[in-house]
């Protein structure tokens, strides 16, 4: 008799550049050819979920691949996703959107933006795990700025926007629960070594230079990737398939996947079972028809709340992490004041207790949905808001927060301007944002003159090296 195998049927997706027709159609044909049914869909990034023209040109991307794509058809409701979807950003997002749901929310029925950074737990039946991801790429530039772009972006701001900023990290680094599978759009920093590095050279000869100089990749989720340890990591960007398996000091090990871009032929998706045992089955799947069911994390709401208040803070922008240049590696900024949080943590943990709070379905459409057959001037006007949505209002319920002191940071509506003391514009939060870098700026580039002295050979002129960048060190 065949053993019946209960788990959760995985497809997981490199860069998904706006193919919601073709990737959801390659799913059903998977479940036909397979006589499976595939319950999750997870991508890493490049998402491209335009609900409009407005949503598309708040893309960055270079002109001649801005195109509208399909996805208003799903935001909509005239089409569905075959499976649950859930996704993290990469660098090519409608970013006004996405910043819409920070927290992570339904981008339409059935699809879920994981948020920023965020920690969820997914279940089937009698199979659970933790899912956590962390969204954009990583610039040192940006890294230390807190979310200040405000609507509508500026150009640069329509980059900065993606990149990676401390507070994400920083939540993620007070996370001491396990996690089961992870998702980001970079590759962690120097994975390859954890792979047949000759392999992946031949597919990209021109990774050989950053190789070299061990700055393929991203710092934060090298350092993610070394504290959590999940079980899986899958990533994308690259555009290349690559696997790798990290063995960390503690004994744990994990299973390193990045797929490549959606193109016919090219290794864009990998199936999997992931069972009760929390096994993962590459020819044998699951049976079992559970609907799939998605919870918060007790731990992971704490940390959003222990956090919130540093999401609030633009004066004042304390420094999480620092640069050390003899380990490379990035670390937690005064070991003191990150027990602090912990402790925090810890005490609202007490609060949240054992509560399994669903992620409720609660979609509603929060822009108007590309109308084909309007070729008028005003379907281009853009809404001059990023709203506080439905969603993110319930979730900032759970801790009693109403979130009107994001508006200005996160969230932005011109007519609620955000009072701290005085009266702030975001447009002076810029300007002061602005001088506190030059003044770092400045400090880091005699650091930096130090540095070279002490020590001749270190790399420079790349905006992907750690110790270019000033705010780390
Ligand atoms: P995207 O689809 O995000 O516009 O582009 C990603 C492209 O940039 C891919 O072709 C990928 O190979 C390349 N890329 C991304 N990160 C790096 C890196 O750190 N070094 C090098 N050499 N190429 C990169
Ligand atoms: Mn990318």
Not at 350 to 374: C, M, V
Request: hydrophobic share 35%.
């Amino acid at each position: 008799m065949i053993e019946q195998i209960e788990g959760i049927n995985i497809a997981v997706e490199g860069c998904f550049h706006g193919n919601f027709d073709e990737i959801f159609g390659t799913i059903r044909e998977i479940e036909k050819q397979k006589k499976i049914k595939i319950d999750l869909l997870l991508v890493c990034g490049d998402v491209q979920t335009h609900r409009n023209k407005h949503d598309m040109f708040n893309m960055a991307c270079p002109i001649k691949y801005l195109s509208m794509g399909t996805f208003y058809k799903y935001y909509q409701g005239k089409e569905a996703a075959p499976c649950l979807t859930i996704f993290i950003g990469g660098n090519h997002e409608a970013s006004n959107y996405l910043r819409e749901m920070y927290f992570g929310g339904w981008v339409a029925p059935n699809i879920y933006y994981l948020g920023d950074s965020n920690i969820i737990q997914i279940k089937k039946g009698n199979t659970t795990f933790k899912l956590g991801g962390t969204s954009g790429i990583f610039k040192i530039f940006d890294f230390n700025n807190p979310k200040l772009e405000s609507f509508p972006f500026k150009s640069e701001q329509l980059r900065s926007v993606y990149h990676t900023k401390q507070v994400d990290l920083f939540k993620l680094s007070l996370y001491e629960g396990e996690v089961n599978m992870f998702l980001s759009h970079d590759w962690p920093q120097q994975i390859h070594q954890h792979g047949s590095t000759k392999e992946l050279l031949k597919k990209k000869q021109n990774f050989e230079a950053d190789i070299k100089s061990g700055r393929l990749g991203s710092q934060p989720h090298k350092f993610t990737l070394e504290r959590l340890q999940p079980d899986f990591w899958f990533a994308a960007h690259m555009h290349v398939k690559f696997e790798a398996l990290v063995k960390h000091k503690s004994g744990k090990q994990t299973k390193f996947l990045a797929l490549d871009k959606c193109i016919a032929g090219r290794d864009f998706l990998q199936v999997f079972t992931y069972t009760k045992d929390k096994q993962d089955l590459y020819e044998q799947f699951a049976y079992n028809d559970e609907p799939i069911e998605l919870f918060y994390d007790s731990e992971w709401l704490s940390i959003v709340h222990t956090t919130y208040k540093l999401l609030t803070i633009w004066d004042k922008i304390p420094k999480l992490f620092e640069y050390n240049p003899a380990l490379k590696e990035l670390q937690i900024m005064k070991k003191d004041k990150y027990q602090e949080f912990l402790n925090e943590k810890h005490q609202r943990m007490k609060i949240f207790g054992n509560h399994k709070i669903k992620i409720p379905n609660n979609f509603e459409i929060t822009s108007p949905p590309y109308d084909e057959q309007d070729n008028t001037i005003k379907s281009l006007v853009p809404p001059n808001r990023v709203p506080l949505n439905n969603q993110m209002k319930s979730y900032l319920n759970l801790f009693n927060e109403s979130g009107q002191e994001l508006n200005g940071l996160i969230f932005y509506e011109p007519d609620q301007p955000r009072i701290i003391g005085e009266f702030v514009t975001p447009d002076f939060l810029q300007k002061q944002i602005e001088l506190e870098n030059q003044k770092e700026i400045l400090q880091q580039k005699d650091l930096q003159q130090q540095e070279q002295q002490e020590e001749p050979s270190s790399p420079k002129d790349d905006e992907l090296n750690i110790q270019d960048f000033p705010f780390l060190q």
